[in-house]
Every structure is written in C-alpha cells, then in structure tokens.
C-alpha cells in the first residue's frame, strides 16, 4: 500500500516537473546543458503533451499490450528493470532498454547508434518482431484518425489536417516529449555547480576525485567544468558478451558482411540473433576496429537504472565498478582506455558513493527499492 | 619646532643614504649568472628524471615527448580533457605518471616536480604564452 | 592496358622467359618491361617496441597493439598477398622481446616480408635477426613489381665501437632525443649492392623499397634522417615509378622528391609529435604532409594502427587504419606527380584536429 502510493507521487511529481519544464521553455536543472533541439522540430507545449500521450498508447502494437512506456516506464526511471528488453507475449529482445532521461543528449541513439536521432529511434521498435510487432505504421495512423482526441492533438501540435498525419509526425511528438524528460540537480550537481560542499558525502566527494583519476572514468564519462553529460557519445568494447562470438568471429564477421550487401534489415537482425547483436557498432559501420563496441551511456540516474551493459548482464554497481577494475573481459577488439585499475576497497566503495550521487531528487525513491 | 624637525628627518635621511642601507632588489651580473646555473641544475635534474621511468613500467616521458615536445607548457592552466576541468602543467604531469606511465602521483611540491617542470619549460622557451589553448 | 594473367598467358611468358634467358639484355627489356605490374594488395605493420619488463612479463600497452594488428590483418578481406613487418619489433634488441615479438606475428594467416629497425639491431648488431628471422638486405619481385629491402638504420663504426657495453650502445640508439646520438645510414657496401640489384631491372618497372629509417631528411635530432640519402635517390632516380615505403616516424608523413614517392607507415605502439613541436631545433617537413589527428593519450591506441597498401598502377596506394582516430587514404595523384590525402589535402578541408603545434 505505501509502495503504491509513493510510486504515485513519483510519477505525479515527474510529470508535474516535466509540465514545467515544457511550460517554462525548458528551464535546465541544474548540472545540465541546453537541450539540442533540431531545427525541423521545434518545441511546443502541444506537440509534448500529444507525444506524452503517444508514448503511454498500447493500442500502438500487435497485440495492444505494448507501448513505448512499456520498456520505458516513467515509474522504473523509463526503464524495465529487466536484463533484457520483453515486447509482445514477452518476446525477448537481445539488449537493455536505455533510460529516456537525458538520452536527448545522445547525438545517436540505440546501443549501437544506429539512429541518428530521437525521432529516427521512436520509428524502430514499433515494426520490430519481438517490440511491438507491428507490420507496418498503417496501423497507427488508422488508429490515431479514428480516435476521438488525436486528430484535434495533431492538428495543434503541427497545424496539419487528419488526412496528412504520417509516422513523421507521431515520431516528431514522441521526441519532442523525450526532449522533456531530462533530469539534473543530484547531490553531485549541487556540490560541483551549485557550491553546495556538504550536498554530498565524504565518501562521494572522494568517489569523484576516483572517478577523474585512478578509475580513469572521465574521458568517456564526462564531465565539464560548468555541466555534466556523462557520456562522450562515442563507441567502446568492454568485452562484455564478447566471448559468446569470439570462437566463431570471423564466420559471423563475413555474415553480416555478406547480408549487409544484400540489404540487411539492421533493426529486426540485432535485435533477434544474438550474435548478430554482440557485434555492435560493426554492423551499422563495417568498420573491423568497431566489433564489439557500444555506446558510452550517461550515468546520471545510474543507480536507479540497472541492470546494466547492453545485454544487461550485470546487475549490481558494485559488479561494474569490478568488471572495470579487473579490466574489462579481455578479447582482441578491447578498447584501449581500459585496463586494470587496482583499486582498493575503500576506493571502490567511495566510487559507488559518488554514483549513488548522481540520482536526481525525482528519482531519488526508486533508490531505496533496488535491491543489493 | 617645526624648523628642527624638518632638519632632524632630512639629516636622517641623508645619513641613511650615505652609509649606503638599501632595500631595492639589488644584484649583479655574477648574482645572476650564479643564480642561472642553479636553474640549470635543475632543469639537468628534471632532464635525468624526464628521461628514466617514473612510472612501475618502463615507460619514460622522452618516449612519447622527445625533448618535450608536445607538452604546450605555454597553455596551462587549461581545461584538460582526461581530468574534465582546468588545470595546472603539474597536474597534467600527474596524470601522465599515474595513466600511461602506471606509476603513482607526485606531490604537488615535490622537488621532482618543479624540476620536471623547469625541465619541460626549458625546452619550450622563447614561445609566448597561450593559456587555456586545447 | 593492365591485362589479367590468364593461364596461357602466362605459359606463354613461361616460354618467353626460357628463351629470354639465352637473349641479350636489351630484348629481355622489351618482353618483360612493358607496363604489365598487376594490381595488389599487401600490409604493412611496424614499429610495435615490445618491451620486456622481468620473467614473462611485458608492457602491455605494447603487446596489445601488435596484437590488434595482427587480428585485424587476419580479417582483411581480400586478404593480403603479403604483410611487411617495418622494423622495431622489439625496444632493446633482447632475445625476450624479439621471441615474444615472433610468437604473436606467428598467429598472423599470411606470409611476411621483414625490414630490421634500429631497436631490433643495436643490442647485438643483427646476430638475432639474421639467424632466425630474416636477412637484412634482400629484394624480390612480386605481380611485375620489384621490391627492395635495405638495412637503413647503420652508423659510423667510430659510434657503435665507442660504448662500454652492447647494453649501453642499444640504450643509447634507443633514446630518439639524445644529444650523443649518431645519424641513421644506409652505407656504400649496400648502396653498390642496390646498384647491382637494380642493374638488371628495366626502367618501366616500378620499384618498392622498404627501410626503417626515411631515405631522405626530415629532423636530424630525433634521427628521422638518413644521412646517405642523396646518394640512394640518385640510385633510384632514373626509374620511372618509385616509392619509398618506411616505418620509425610513428606518425603520418609523405613527400616526392623526383621520381621517388616517401610513404611513411604508422606504429602500432605509440605516436610520435612532429618536429615541429619541437621549437629549439629546425625542421625540414615536407609540405606537402597533411598531419594525421592529433591523439588523445586516455586512449593508449589512438593514433597508433597499420597499413592496407593497394599497388594500382605501378604506384602504392595506402589506406592508413589509424586506431580511434581518423583512418586516412594517400593515393598517388598523376596531374601533380605526388602522393596527396585523398579528404583532406586542400587546405579549405583541414580539420582542428589536424593542427599540431
């Protein structure tokens, strides 16, 4: 009963602020740079909240159980929980789903970048088999003409008449929410930026001097003198799930090779063989140096979002921060800038501190469900 | 009154500058060059370490910045990349130590530090300042 | 023009090349000269350093690039018709680090051609080298190209016999800024061999020669100089298409002097600046190198990778895999008579990147 109830508060609070936000012309929570809006889809309250509404909608799938928020739940920090993504009759994806919150940061989306952009990414998962199991948008736009309030929605978000609404559109709407939901003003953003030195623990401060330094988190994971991304939106190869494909490497390399001269169905093929998936970045740039490699994601939050990796196989900080000090799982493709790190106990505990701290304060109940 | 005072004091200072008390920054050509050679031992002293591994593997700074270069000394402090904010020469010479050279930091005032500093700057003279240039 | 060598074709030049050898030079010229080099594709890895710190114990940042290239060569497609080591396999010469070196090229799937550097010679003055991996001046001919590989890096004997020890004598080569250093030569013995060598090859065919050291002058102080170098250009001059293909720079530079085109390759341990970051001293870089990026040294293998060369034309072709940086392509333009990078050559494309200093 009272977990109920602070869940409902919770989401009520983050979309309360988020209504702000759209209201204010996105004033920026602290630690936070400017939003990169693109210039062919400007933000307006109307197009948010219609997005909102898209993002919530089930009827959007093949079996009407499914919507965005599915995956991407408000009340999980606009994630699952889970290790790997499930779509209709919980089918199983190969990969985590990302959080929403400050993916608007991203200058590419999905583990593999292979959307270039937020709305490039919302048109994916409705077709994909084992997401929403769509065939096709025709679906959707059948169902957003006929329903009572989404013609008049679209037609004040964009100006347009019923008969013009494309898949454009609805992904327009659901990025232009996502734009919205972004999150700062943790304890560590009020300690760097806000000159608050007691915002966050002893333990925490010494975690980010960790993190800067012999933990060597602060070239991908980055961190600026006036705000904070975490992220360098580029591709690296931990190792993680490498050693499912480095027996058969070469074989699976020439595959894709092969099938991509062909035309290969990038969204469908990652996200339904496994060993297609745990070549990563490869398969969007066939370029041999990106085996292996994925996207450097944003930490903010990060305590409030596991599992973690791509295929979500660790589900503790605490066996991150091990899988990094060990030095990644070693395999041909590893990324230069990892290596072991030889961290004490105390440093390894002073860095979960300092992650801990990167939690936004609306976020901050999740905190105390997540199990050790 | 006035009239003896004014004596007094003129005679005072007179007197002090006669009997040659000075308080300016006086030095001659042989102050300089001896202070100049006690640079320079140093700068050797930074040269040796510089050149020989400080790290835990054998990995030495000429490897990578043969006669330093590449250093830009002339644009510290500057926002630094690898340590996300700005920082002094010192600082980056820290991170080289700790990361590609796997070796443990050096105090700030460690005397190792200054001559790898008079060492690194040495090699980089004549050029202008440029601080904060990436 | 370049005709693809079908199975008579090549009967037929079979039998030619019987007859030929009873005929006078001049006629062998004819039949074998004409243009008909062929189209290929070979790699070149270089200037790894490994380094032996105790037992089985090296340091691994230097392990891990020799290691990258070598994978990444086994999945060349189309695979190499050969790999070109380029010299400094090892950082002080030590039988560890030459056998370590070996052990990790052996997992490479395609045949090796080895070019010695200066690390791999000091220490024992080539015993190691010659006895189990290669000679140190040979040359041979591949698809109608002819390809020459010198020893570059010997110095005056007054220098190699000064030290008290082979120990001291290689720490001493080994250092790149040190002021007791002594230039980089490829020597008249070898220069008269190559004189020989290139005797019986006709003008028209193009010629590949690989050293470690660059055979022309680029920054004395750190050795990236050979000190003979007029003396083997004026051996190569006469030959129609020459390029100079040679490692020990560590960093992405390339010139034409005459008829000879230089491609410098690329280490797979670590960049190096270019001269001109180094204010004290004068340079002489050729202007027409458009540096590579600069490297972010978080990153151990940034800017540090391998080669794909493409023989096209009787000219090399190179396609530098430069690791977490930009790959670069330097291809042989025929209006200007030299090498240019094929994205970034006119000024107006230079990147920020590419400004060094």
């Not at chain 1, 985590?96 to 048109?123: C, H, M």
């Not at chain 1, 745990?278 to 450097?296: A, Y």
């Not at chain 3, 970034?344 to 990147?353: D, L, T």
Request: aromatic share 10%.
């Amino acid at each position: 009963m009272k977990n109920r109830f602070v869940t409902v508060m919770m989401v009520l609070a983050i979309f309360s602020m988020m209504a702000q936000l759209a209201k204010a012309g996105q004033l920026l929570p602290l630690g936070l740079p400017p939003v990169p809006i693109p210039a062919d889809n400007p933000q307006n309250p109307e197009k948010i909240a219609l997005g909102k509404k898209l993002f919530m909608d089930k009827r959007f799938s093949a079996d009407s159980t499914v919507s965005c928020a599915t995956c991407h739940d408000p009340a999980k920090a606009f994630t699952d929980g889970l290790p790997i993504a499930e779509g209709i009759q919980k089918k199983k994806g190969t990969r985590n789903s990302p959080t929403v919150i400050n993916a608007a940061y991203y200058t590419t989306q999905f583990w593999d970048g292979r959307a270039a952009s937020l709305e490039e990414q919302a048109k994916g998962p409705f077709v994909n088999p084992v997401e929403h199991g769509l065939k096709n948008y025709a679906p959707i736009i059948k169902i957003i003409k006929k329903d009572p309030e989404y013609p008049t929605l679209f037609k004040k978000a964009f100006g347009i008449n019923p008969d013009k609404i494309t898949i454009d559109h609805v992904v327009k709407a659901i990025a232009a929410f996502e734009r919205t939901v972004i999150a700062g003003d943790s304890p560590f953003d009020r300690y760097m930026y806000g000159g608050q030195k007691d915002a966050m623990s002893e333990s925490a401060i010494r975690g980010l001097e960790i993190f800067r330094t012999k933990a060597r988190c602060q070239d991908c994971h980055r961190i600026g003198q006036t705000s904070a991304t975490f992220t360098d939106n580029k591709f690296h190869n931990l190792g993680v799930g490498f050693s499912a494909i480095e027996p058969r490497l070469m074989e699976i390399v020439e595959k894709v090779r092969k099938a991509k001269e062909k035309g290969l169905a990038l969204d469908e093929t990652v996200l339904q063989k496994r060993e297609i998936s745990e070549l990563g970045r490869f398969v969007v740039t066939l370029n041999i140096e990106d085996i292996g490699r994925f996207k450097t994601p944003t930490l903010r939050n990060v305590a409030v979002t596991g599992p973690y990796m791509h295929d979500g196989s660790l589900d503790t900080l605490e066996e991150v921060i091990e899988l990094y000090n060990q030095g990644g799982e070693e395999n041909p493709m590893l990324d230069s800038g990892i290596r072991p790190l030889k961290l004490t106990e105390q440093e390894k505990a002073d860095l979960l501190e300092f992650l801990k701290a990167l939690t936004s304060p609306e976020y901050a109940p999740l905190a105390n469900k997540i199990k050790k | 009154m006035k009239r003896v005072l004014i004596i007094v004091c003129m005679t005072a200072f007179i007197g002090t500058g006669l009997v040659g008390i000075s308080s300016a920054d006086e030095f001659t050509k042989k102050d300089l060059e001896k202070w100049n050679k006690e640079f320079m031992s140093v700068v050797k002293e930074g040269e040796k370490l510089f050149h020989s591994a400080l790290g835990s593997n054998k990995v030495s700074c000429d490897m990578c910045h043969p006669n330093a270069s590449n250093t830009h000394p002339e644009t510290y402090p500057k926002f630094q990349k690898q340590i996300g904010k700005v920082v002094a020469l010192r600082d980056m010479i820290n991170w080289c130590i700790q990361n590609p050279l796997e070796g443990k930091p050096l105090k700030l005032d460690d005397p190792k530090m200054i001559a790898l500093e008079a060492y690194i700057t040495y090699e980089r003279r004549g050029k202008p300042l440029e601080p904060g240039k990436h | 023009m370049k005709k693809k060598i079908t199975r008579r074709g090549f009967l037929k030049r079979s039998a030619v090349a019987a007859a030929a050898a009873t005929l006078p030079l001049s006629l062998v010229e004819l039949s074998w000269g004409k243009g008909n080099p062929q189209n290929f594709t070979f790699a070149y890895i270089s200037d790894s350093h490994l380094t032996h710190i105790k037992g089985t114990e090296f340091v691994r940042n230097f392990d891990k690039g020799l290691k990258k290239a070598v994978t990444e060569c086994n999945f060349m497609s189309p695979k190499p018709d050969f790999v070109v080591y380029g010299g400094d396999l090892a950082q002080l010469g030590k039988k560890e680090e030459l056998e370590h070196g070996l052990e990790i090229m052996s997992k490479l799937r395609h045949p090796v051609r080895w070019v010695i550097g200066e690390h791999d010679f000091y220490l024992d003055l080539g015993r190691f080298w010659e006895d189990k991996i290669s000679k140190t001046t040979y040359s041979f001919d591949h698809k109608g190209v002819h390809f020459v590989v010198l020893n570059s890096i010997l110095t005056y004997d007054s220098w190699i016999n000064r030290w008290k020890s082979p120990a001291e004598r290689m720490s001493n080569m080994a250092r790149l800024d040190n002021p007791n250093g002594s230039p980089f030569m490829v020597g008249d013995r070898q220069i008269n061999w190559l004189r020989k060598d290139l005797a019986k090859v006709s003008k028209d065919t193009p010629i590949v020669v690989m050293s470690h050291s660059p055979l022309y002058k680029i920054f004395k102080p750190w050795n990236f100089w050979t000190d003979d170098a007029e003396k083997v250009q004026a051996v190569l001059m006469p030959f129609k298409k020459v390029t100079v293909l040679h490692g020990h720079v560590h960093q992405i530079l390339y010139n034409q002097i005459g008829n000879i085109t230089f491609q410098a390759m690329m280490s797979t341990a670590w960049p190096w600046p270019y001269p001109i970051s180094y204010i004290q001293k004068k340079h002489q870089i050729p202007k027409i190198t458009v540096f590579m990026n600069r490297a972010d040294p978080f990153h151990e293998r940034d800017a540090t990778g391998w080669s794909i060369l493409n023989m096209e034309d009787g000219r090399v072709t190179n396609h530098y895999k430069l690791w977490e940086n930009k790959d670069r392509i330097l291809k042989y333009d025929k209006r200007l008579g030299y090498p240019v990078d094929t994205v970034y050559q006119n000024p107006a494309n230079r990147i920020p990147p590419q400004e060094h200093y």
